[in-house]
C-alpha cells in the first residue's frame, strides 16, 4: 500500500521561510517523480515544483521561481522543498504527489500524478 505523507507547514510571516517535506513508502521511490502542488481557497490546486527520480531535474512554477527549491533523498525515500521570502499568496494546502512519468517541459500536470498525500496547510501572514 502506497502512503504519501506531508509534514512541516505551519504559520510563518511575509518574508519567512518554511521547509515542507514528504515520505513516500510503498513505491519504488527512486523510481517516481515527486512534485508539490498547492491549493488556495476558491482556487484550482495548481503545480508548484516536480523533480526527476534522479534528482537531477526540476522544474517550478513561475510564481515560485528564485524562492522555492525542491530536493530529494532517494535513500531515505524523501523528498522537500524549501520556501523561502514566503508571501501571503503562497498560502495554501500543499500537496506531495508521485508520478511515473517526467515532463522536460514544466509544468507539473496534476494528471500525471497518481499518488497524493493528504497535504500540509501553509499560511503566510502580511
Known amino acids: 500500500q502506497v502512503q504519501v505523507v506531508e509534514s512541516g507547514g505551519g504559520l510563518v510571516q511575509a518574508g519567512g521561510s518554511l521547509r515542507l517535506s514528504c515520505t513516500a513508502s510503498g513505491l519504488n521511490f527512486d523510481g517516481y517523480t515527486m512534485g508539490w502542488f498547492r491549493q488556495a481557497p476558491g482556487k484550482e490546486r495548481e503545480g508548484v515544483s516536480c523533480?526527476?527520480?534522479?534528482?537531477?531535474?526540476?522544474n517550478y512554477a513561475d510564481s515560485v521561481k528564485g524562492r522555492f527549491t525542491i530536493s530529494r533523498d532517494n535513500a531515505k525515500e524523501t523528498v522537500h522543498l524549501q520556501m523561502n521570502s514566503l508571501k501571503p499568496d503562497d498560502t495554501a494546502m500543499y500537496y506531495c504527489?508521485?508520478?511515473?512519468?517526467?515532463?522536460?517541459?514544466?509544468?507539473?500536470?496534476?494528471?500525471?500524478?497518481?499518488?497524493w498525500g493528504q497535504g500540509t496547510q501553509v499560511t503566510v501572514s502580511s
Open positions: 504527489a508521485a508520478s511515473a512519468l517526467w515532463r522536460n517541459n514544466g509544468p507539473c500536470q496534476e494528471g500525471d500524478f497518481h499518488y
Open positions: 523533480i526527476k527520480w534522479s534528482g537531477d531535474s526540476s
